[in-house]
């Protein structure tokens, strides 16, 4: 065995992070937004300002102090307890690292990609409409995998080809039949 089962673990959840993190990169990019659900992880969700930056569980903006980066390869940006940063205030707080001394810690990933995802509203009329043709797209290439596209039972390119169109069609016309069926039941309420 190569490596530990944890350690197999670690690399695929920084795997699929970085797929995350590149598909709202691209998205951002182009002035596009990318249509994904927000997964935390397992971590608290944050309170945000509109410009991205993170609020304390107190709800006080927290302040910058540097950029670094990130060991998942994307800019980030630390931000620090504003009870004790840039100065202390005196004001006291019921966080767990206040007591420590340290205050509340936040390392955000501060590409446009990165606030992308933490501020999309993903209540929005047109993110919902994204969403669901993505997920209509992932419902037709699941059908299109259960009919076999992925490992065809044909030896040339033009077979494939034929195949492909067929599958399609096949997909088309189980569609249709729906369709027609919602629209026969809705025509026998009236």
Known sequence: MYGSEEGSRKSTRRLWQLVGFLSYEDAARHGGIAAVPLNQHGHPKYHRDPDGTPLCPKGLRMYPTIQFNHT???RAQRFCCPLLFPEKTGATCEH???AKG?????DVNWEK???MRVTLDRDHPIYKAIYSQRTCCERINSQAKELG??????????SVHHLNTLIYLVINVRALRRAKSINKAILQIS
């Open 96 to 98: 767990e690292q206040f």
């Open 149 to 158: 596209i992925e490992r065809p039972k044909v030896r040339n390119q033009y």
């Open 113 to 115: 990609g990165g606030q």
């Open 72 to 74: 998942y390869g994307y």
């Open 102 to 106: 340290i205050g509340c810690v936040k």
